[in-house]
């Protein structure tokens, strides 16, 4: 086992056309280096990150972190710790409108053609690009790429890949825990993934489902949790012929997460639970903060605390990728707006103390499978 530091990233969304236009509307955040430099109230805040990225000015100028730079800086490390064998996390936190789904997914239109990946594409895409194109060329090893899509919404799992049969509702999932395995969703549908064009079909049925719900219900999209899963088995091709000697084999568990809008939780903080949407997205959030809490605390005081991982679905099914054996990393997505200066704030600080969590890691080998 090995220490690993939670990483995390911090974008800046640029200004849209909306809040150019207004007059009353102005940047409150600069980058410099690994430093964010908020002024709210003619007071300079700072905070340092493993990576910051400004995507604040057009895409045209320079300095602009575009798709791929954020991928190649902060989630190309990740690909390489998952064919070591390690799992991996990356969950994307900040307020609705930040540009959460913007990175993590990327833009609807995107398309991709064979030769290069257009730059609107986002991480969980080119996650899978990465993958595609690594055990292309690796022949002395045989990878097996098998995904889910689901997300959380008031506690409640909808896998996002089953066929959706005109209307009728499904029974939503449920979580048990394994004695080896730990926390799992019970019949959620996974689907072997040869190559780029079988992700696109999935990842099509899966995004759609989510869009679909969200016209019905109040901006689901900003009060769920979208997680995507990605297992990774590689075996070992033994070509001798000595066909005694075991094939080793590495599995990794990759979970790329798009969270609930973060607002949720301080409007509850602020005002009391009301509706039971709203109490439910924020048990989630809610829980998900207080395990950063308590797992920075025990950090720092070189303790195993109580972490309240079975308080919610999002953090019992997340427990390995928090604190446990996993490479997590955290992406913190921000507006540069006044208008927002203290929901970024809050994000910031957020992710300063996400900083500070120490995951055990180590690589999941099996020589006898
Ligand atoms: P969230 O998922 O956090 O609610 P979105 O990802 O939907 O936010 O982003 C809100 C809007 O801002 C979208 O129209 C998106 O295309 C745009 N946007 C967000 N981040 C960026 C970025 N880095 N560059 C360009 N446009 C962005
Ligand atoms: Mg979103």
Not at 66 to 73: G, H, L, T, W
Not at 202 to 215: D, E, I
Request: aromatic letters at 6%; proline letters at 2%.
């Amino acid at each position: 086992e090995e220490n690993s530091n939670l990483t995390v990233g911090i974008r800046v969304r640029p200004l849209n056309t909306k809040e150019l236009n207004d007059s009353k509307i102005t940047s409150v955040i600069q980058v410099n280096d690994q430093n964010i430099i908020v002024t709210c109230d003619s007071v300079q805040h700072t905070f340092t990150y493993d990576h910051c990225f400004m995507s604040q000015m057009d895409a045209s100028e320079s300095g602009y972190a575009n798709q791929e730079i954020v991928f190649k800086n902060m989630v190309l490390p990740l690909v390489q710790n998952a064919f070591e064998g390690y799992n991996v996390c990356l969950f994307a936190y900040g307020q609705t409108g930040s540009g959460k789904s913007y990175s993590m997914m990327g833009q609807e239109s995107a398309q991709v053609n064979t030769i290069s990946i257009n730059e609107a594409v986002g991480i969980i895409p080119r996650f899978c690009q990465e993958i595609f194109t690594r055990t292309s060329t690796n022949m002395n090893t045989k990878t097996i790429v098998e995904i889910s899509y689901f997300e959380i919404y008031n506690e409640k799992i909808h896998d996002l890949l089953t066929n959706v049969t005109n209307g009728i509702k499904r029974a939503p999932l449920k979580v048990r825990e394994h004695p080896v395995f730990g926390p799992y969703i019970v019949d959620l549908s996974q689907h072997c993934v040869q190559n780029y064009k079988d992700l696109q079909t999935w990842l099509k049925v899966g995004n759609s489902q989510r869009a679909t719900a969200a016209t019905g219900m109040n901006e689901k999209s900003s009060r769920s949790h979208s997680i995507f899963s990605i297992i990774l088995t590689q075996t070992q091709i033994n070509n001798q012929l000595n066909s005694e000697s075991m094939d080793a084999s590495r599995r990794s568990k990759i979970n790329l997460v798009d969270l609930a809008g973060s607002e949720r939780l301080s409007q509850t903080c602020a005002s009391g639970d009301r509706l039971k949407e709203g109490v439910s997205i924020n048990k989630s959030l809610l829980t998900l903060g207080k395990v950063i809490a308590s797992l920075a605390e025990n950090t720092s005081n070189r303790k195993r605390g109580f972490v309240p991982y079975r308080e919610s679905v999002l953090t019992w099914l997340l427990k390995e990728s928090l604190g446990g054996n996993s490479r997590t990393a955290m992406l913190g997505t921000v507006s540069p707006a006044n208008i927002h200066v203290e929901e970024t704030l809050a994000t910031l600080r957020y992710a300063c103390q996400a900083r500070a969590i120490v995951n055990r890691i180590r690589i999941n080998e099996d020589p006898h499978d």
